[in-house]
């Protein structure tokens, strides 16, 4: 006889089960003398994950199943997690995610592309020049990142080339935060490294962004002990560029984590759901309530148009406008 006989069941909404009338200390989850660490590499099914004061090397265990485990993910840690040279430890949890970057979901891509879990901001790494700057390859980035819940900071490389002024003047009407670099590569000296640094202190930070636009030349300076690879020659190794492509977790001094990302060069879009852009946009939702149901926001009977021309939205709000459509598009357009 089940302890719920007694009650009527019209008046408690609990079914008793054969599992919820077990004891108790049968419904704790296994390995609750699992540690719980950081997943700072991933190579060819060994993790690195960082534990207190040392790393460990693990391996999943069966019973994860085909559950991803990606950079960034927090992990429950079974076996030898002693860090030795030989130790192997498993993993047994991956604990739930506050954040999940995705390379693509498309409909017909079934397998579950997570690059970087929990990371709180985008950081996109754009040259003013050398090579040139591509601005939907930007937009896109900002979609990837709004849609993944994480703070978009631009970082434009090589100022010492070319003027930042155009190229701020697009994206500040998004007011997304830019901060305008000029570096050394040999020596790692130059400008804006300690206000990139301000911005990652105490966040798991995702670093994007195209071949050659000073991004290891950016995270050497970030990281001193980094050793990523920059165009041409491995200062560690003297041998050529690796071509790592799996994502690395670096610890920022002070506090903090770079997440670099070789090989991740854009985002699939195709998952994105557009009717969320608008809620990036405080100043432009409140006049969405008059569109008609399912506006795509980039149609004639769009209610924005109308908004923004009464300054409902401020003196920016045409420029914020055109760069919410800007985006809109973006997701559709390959570049
Ligand atoms: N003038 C100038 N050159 C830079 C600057 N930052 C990086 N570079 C140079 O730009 C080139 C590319 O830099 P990397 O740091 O290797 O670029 P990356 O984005 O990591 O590119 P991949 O290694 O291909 O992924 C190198 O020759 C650097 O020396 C800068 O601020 N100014
Ligand atoms: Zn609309």
């Known amino acids: 006889m089940s302890r719920y006989d007694h009650l009527d069941e019209s008046a408690v909404r609990v079914r008793p089960s054969r599992r919820g009338s077990r004891p108790r200390t049968k419904e704790r989850p296994a390995h609750d003398d699992a540690v719980e660490g ?44 002693s860090g030795g040279p030989d130790a192997l430890a498993r993993i047994v949890r991956v604990l739930p995610r506050s954040s999940v970057l995705r390379r693509s ?27 040139e700057p591509r601005p939907r390859m930007i937009d896109r980035c ?40 000029s570096l050394d590569p040999d020596t790692g000296l130059g400008a804006g490294v300690e206000e990139v640094l301000e911005h990652l202190l105490g966040k798991v930070s995702v670093f994007v962004g195209h071949s050659g636009v000073g991004k290891s030349t950016l ?12 165009g041409g020659v491995n200062v560690v190794t003297g041998r050529g560029r690796h071509t790592s492509t799996s994502a690395v977790a670096l610890e920022v001094p002070g506090g903090g984590w770079v997440v670099d990302t070789p090989g991740v060069r854009s985002f699939g879009l195709g998952h994105v759901d557009p009717s969320t852009f608008i809620e990036h946009f405080p100043d432009l939702a ?27 939205a401020g003196p920016s709000g045409a420029a914020r406008l055109e760069s919410l459509r800007r985006l809109l598009r973006s997701r559709t357009s390959d570049s």
């Open 38 to 81: 950081l997943v700072i590499g991933v190579d060819r099914g060994r993790y690195t994950v960082r534990l207190d004061e040392r790393s460990a090397t693990a391996m999943r265990a069966r019973e994860l199943g085909r559950k991803s485990i990606v950079v960034g993910d927090h992990v429950g840690l079974v076996g030898d997690t």
């Open 105 to 131: 979901a498309d409909d017909s891509d079934r397998v579950e592309r997570v690059i970087v879990a929990n990371a709180d901001q985008m950081v996109i790494v754009t040259a003013l020049t050398n090579p």
């Open 142 to 181: 900002l979609v990837a990142a709004y849609d993944a819940g994480l703070t978009p900071l631009l970082v434009l490389t090589k100022s010492d080339l070319a003027s930042p002024d155009h190229l701020l003047g697009i994206y500040a009407p998004l007011n997304v935060p830019a901060v305008v670099t």
């Open 219 to 230: 995270v050497n300076a970030l990281v001193p002990d980094a050793h990523r690879a920059t």
């Open 286 to 312: 409140q006049g969405a309530a008059k569109c008609p149901r399912g506006c795509s926001h980039d149609e004639e009977e769009c209610a924005l148009d109308a908004w923004v021309a009464a300054g409902h």
